[in-house]
């Protein structure tokens, strides 16, 4: 019966039909939600960067995960794994692309990271603000930088940010 | 064909267990026997097989090269310029979205691009082209041009939770460098030859998987938001990486990490 029917319409299928039959979905929509606001300069907030342990285990934690349904090691106080709306917390994955110590499985398309307190921040060539800037929004010193934007697309929030500092710029043993 | 489907029934299996655990890493030696194991008895083989029965019984090379409108003894080299404008279609488009073209044209139900007889057929068609170069043209007409300037545009876009785009892991400044230990693959390069070696049998998704697909799942792991298969957008990232390789010879199925 339903191979009779379409053998009936086959007879009137014409190129416009052809056309018609084409899954062709609009993806516009969703790559217009999907953009990412233009680069923003920010001011780092007063105290963000501290030696506060907990500020540096939460910096820590963000750095070297990737989300927190991924994650085996329970979040340091202050940092959740699933948000309330139950999806997972995504984190940094910074160690994706640097290298920094205790780093396991890294990758080199960010610098090494390294006893960052000692070669950039001691040194005069970098500063917090610098620091702050750069994982907030990257394009901002670099605007063909490959490294993920952070703070702008509201992936972390400032104290997320600050806590990552705190963390790069800290003595390491 | 019964010794390639067990075959592929107990390696998914081990891969399942071995690999999702290492993903992220590189490959182990272990993962690097299983890979050679893989290029020497590609599960795909079998998709490309049941792909051949599906495509024969409800078209046939004959009424595609009809359709589509060139000689039947042409179709290798044509359909080695895919995605290409086809007249039937009055636009670019993907080898899959000619098959629907076909079947509608046979008077047969039309396979979604997500479906799994899509995906053989697919898979089927495209190894009719095995040893041909991949011979795109962008600049054959208007539609092209515009189409591989979109591709572009989708390409460079930076975008989704991580603000990232294609570029920002696969341009040419940064291949070869490593992301999580994995090395990041040149589109381009002879040895990846994308256009070339997909529809490939995945062993880290123990399955075959479409060129699109696979961009897919890369925008899947980036936090990008995933474009539709078939959408205006995702042909003309394919005719944008189609083109990066263009020349290299089509060797599908292929096999990939």
Same mark, same amino acid.
């Given at each position: 019966?339903?191979?009779?029917?379409?053998?009936?319409?086959?007879?009137?299928?014409?190129?416009?039909?052809?056309?018609?039959?084409?899954?062709?979905?609009?993806?516009?929509?969703?790559?217009?939600? %999907?953009?990412?606001?233009?680069?923003?300069?920010?001011?780092?907030?007063?105290?963000?960067?501290? %030696?506060?342990?907990?500020?540096?285990?939460?910096?820590?934690?963000?750095?070297?995960?990737?989300?927190?349904?991924?994650?085996?090691?329970?979040?340091?106080?202050?940092?959740?794994?699933?948000?309330? %709306?139950?999806?997972?917390?995504?984190?940094?994955?910074?160690?994706?692309?640097?290298?920094?110590?205790?780093?396991?499985?890294?990758?080199?398309?960010?610098?090494?990271?390294?006893?960052?307190?000692?070669?950039?921040?001691?040194?005069?060539?970098?500063?917090?603000?610098?620091?702050?800037?750069?994982?907030?929004?990257?394009?901002?010193?670099?605007?063909?930088?490959?490294?993920?934007?952070?703070?702008?697309?509201?992936?972390?929030?400032?104290?997320?940010?600050?806590?990552?500092?705190?963390?790069?710029?800290?003595?390491?043993? | 064909?019964?010794? $390639?489907?067990?075959?592929?029934?107990?390696?998914?299996?081990? $891969?399942?267990?071995?690999?999702?655990?290492?993903?992220?890493?590189?490959?182990?030696?272990?993962? /690097?026997?299983?890979?050679?194991?893989?290029?020497?008895?590609?599960?795909?083989?079998?998709?490309?097989?049941?792909?051949?029965?599906?495509?024969?019984?409800?078209?046939?090379?004959?009424?595609?090269?009809?359709?589509?409108?060139? /000689?039947?003894?042409?179709?290798?080299?044509?359909?080695?310029?895919?995605?290409?404008?086809?007249?039937?279609?009055?636009?670019?488009?993907?080898?899959?979205?000619?098959?629907?073209?076909?079947?509608?044209?046979?008077?047969?139900?039309?396979? /979604?691009?997500?479906? /799994?007889?899509?995906?053989?057929?697919?898979?089927?068609?495209?190894?009719?082209?095995?040893?041909?170069?991949?011979?795109?043209?962008?600049?054959?007409?208007?539609?092209?041009?515009?189409?591989?300037?979109?591709?572009?545009?989708?390409?460079?876009?930076?975008?989704?939770?991580?603000? $990232?785009?294609?570029?920002?892991?696969?341009?040419?400044?940064?291949?070869?460098?490593?992301?999580?230990?994995?090395?990041?693959?040149?589109?381009?390069?002879?040895?990846?030859?994308?256009?070339?070696?997909?529809?490939?049998?995945?062993?880290?998704?123990?399955?075959?998987?479409?060129?699109?697909?696979?961009?897919?799942?890369?925008?899947?792991?980036? +936090? +990008?938001?995933?474009?539709?298969?078939?959408?205006?957008?995702?042909?003309? $990232?394919?005719?944008?990486?189609?083109?990066?390789?263009?020349?290299?010879?089509?060797?599908?199925?292929?096999?990939?990490?």
């Amino acid at each position: 019966m339903r191979k009779m029917i379409l053998l009936g319409i086959a007879t009137f299928l014409g190129a416009a039909d052809l056309q018609q039959v084409i899954e062709s979905p609009d993806a516009s929509a969703i790559l217009k939600k %999907d953009a990412l606001p233009s680069a923003k300069t920010y001011v780092m907030p007063q105290g963000c960067i501290s %030696d506060d342990p907990a500020a540096i285990a939460r910096g820590q934690y963000i750095f070297h995960n990737l989300n927190g349904k991924e994650t085996k090691e329970p979040a340091p106080e202050g940092l959740v794994k699933i948000l309330p %709306d139950g999806k997972e917390k995504q984190y940094g994955n910074c160690v994706a692309c640097h290298n920094i110590e205790g780093a396991k499985g890294y990758g080199n398309i960010g610098p090494d990271l390294s006893n960052y307190k000692a070669l950039y921040m001691d040194s005069g060539v970098r500063n917090g603000t610098f620091v702050y800037q750069k994982i907030a929004d990257p394009r901002v010193d670099n605007p063909t930088s490959h490294m993920t934007v952070n703070l702008t697309n509201g992936l972390m929030n400032e104290r997320e940010v600050c806590d990552l500092a705190s963390y790069i710029v800290s003595v390491k043993k | 064909m019964r010794t $390639l489907s067990i075959c592929a029934a107990l390696l998914s299996v081990a $891969l399942c267990g071995a690999l999702n655990a290492e993903e992220k890493l590189s490959m182990s030696d272990a993962d /690097k026997k299983m890979y050679a194991e893989l290029v020497d008895n590609n599960p795909a083989e079998m998709d490309v097989a049941e792909g051949e029965q599906l495509f024969s019984a409800a078209i046939g090379t004959e009424a595609y090269a009809k359709m589509v409108g060139v /000689k039947e003894k042409d179709l290798p080299a044509y359909i080695a310029g895919f995605p290409r404008y086809v007249e039937a279609a009055k636009r670019v488009v993907t080898l899959s979205q000619t098959i629907q073209m076909a079947m509608a044209d046979r008077s047969q139900a039309v396979p /979604k691009l997500e479906s /799994k007889e899509m995906l053989k057929m697919t898979t089927y068609l495209k190894s009719l082209a095995n040893e041909q170069k991949t011979n795109i043209d962008v600049k054959a007409n208007k539609a092209m041009k515009e189409m591989m300037a979109l591709g572009q545009d989708v390409f460079e876009q930076r975008r989704g939770g991580r603000g $990232l785009s294609c570029n920002s892991c696969h341009s040419a400044d940064i291949v070869g460098q490593r992301l999580r230990m994995q090395p990041l693959p040149d589109l381009g390069a002879s040895v990846t030859a994308a256009a070339g070696t997909w529809p490939a049998y995945r062993m880290t998704k123990s399955e075959t998987t479409l060129l699109d697909k696979r961009f897919q799942q890369c925008m899947d792991n980036a +936090l +990008l938001a995933k474009i539709p298969l078939g959408s205006k957008e995702m042909v003309a $990232l394919e005719v944008y990486i189609t083109n990066k390789t263009k020349g290299n010879a089509i060797q599908v199925p292929g096999v990939k990490r």
